[in-house]
């Protein structure tokens, strides 16, 4: 037993499936994410893990503030493909969706979302290819009531991938 990693225990644990956003300088990307998780109640925390080649990665460190825009199940896979597995280098991804601006700023997305929530930056932790940013919640809104996206339905009912970039890529050979 010792020493082996069985991906299937893993693929046990839960998340959502988010879309996180930045702006700086005028210029707006976003990603999905799984690694997101609440970490405190007052003042309201939360931890997002981000890859350090990712576009967005620069834009949050430059900028100290992202938001997340929370999916909702009927999202379509095209829909999480354009900011899940293409690069914001490349083209312009807001371009391409609906969105509004918070009251902090930031760009939160309004088509298949339940809810926007803008951060500010408190700090941030390498983590060997991925860097974890801690952010202190700093607005909240509720757009629609629905069924938020789980991370195992992306997977079991949308059939959806995971790219290389996301912590949780090895899920992909679970399936
Ligand atoms: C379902 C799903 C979950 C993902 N989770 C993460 C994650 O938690 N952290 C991460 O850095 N990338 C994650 N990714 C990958 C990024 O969304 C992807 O690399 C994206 O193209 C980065 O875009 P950017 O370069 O414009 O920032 C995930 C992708 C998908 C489809």
Redesign the pocket.
């Known amino acids: 037993m010792e020493g082996s990693i069985d991906p299937r225990a893993l693929f046990t644990l839960n998340?959502g499936?988010y879309i996180?956003s930045t702006g700086y300088e005028g210029k707006f990307?976003?990603?999905?994410?799984?690694?997101?998780m609440q970490l405190t109640a007052d003042p309201i925390c939360m931890a997002?893990?981000?890859?350090k080649?990712?576009?967005?990665?620069?834009?949050v460190e430059k900028s100290g503030r992202f938001s997340i825009s929370v999916l909702e199940d009927a999202v379509p896979l095209k829909f999480?493909?354009l900011?899940?597995?293409?690069?914001?280098?490349?083209f312009d991804?807001f371009g391409e969706c609906q969105y509004e601006i918070g009251s902090e700023g930031l760009p939160l997305v309004t088509e298949y979302t339940l809810a926007g929530i803008e951060l500010k930056v408190l700090s941030v932790q390498e983590i060997f290819t991925?860097k974890l940013f801690i952010g202190q919640v700093e607005s909240a809104q509720l757009l629609k009531e629905g069924n938020p996206l789980t991370?195992a339905n992306?997977?079991r009912v949308k059939k959806?991938?995971?790219?290389?970039?996301?912590?949780?890529?090895v899920f992909n050979q679970v399936k």
């Open positions: 998340y499936v996180l990307n976003g990603q999905i994410i799984n690694a997101l997002a893990c981000l890859h080649d990712n576009y967005t990665t620069e834009l999480i493909g900011f899940g597995f293409r690069c914001g280098r490349e991804k991925h991370y992306y997977h959806g991938k995971s790219p290389a970039n996301a912590p949780t890529s």
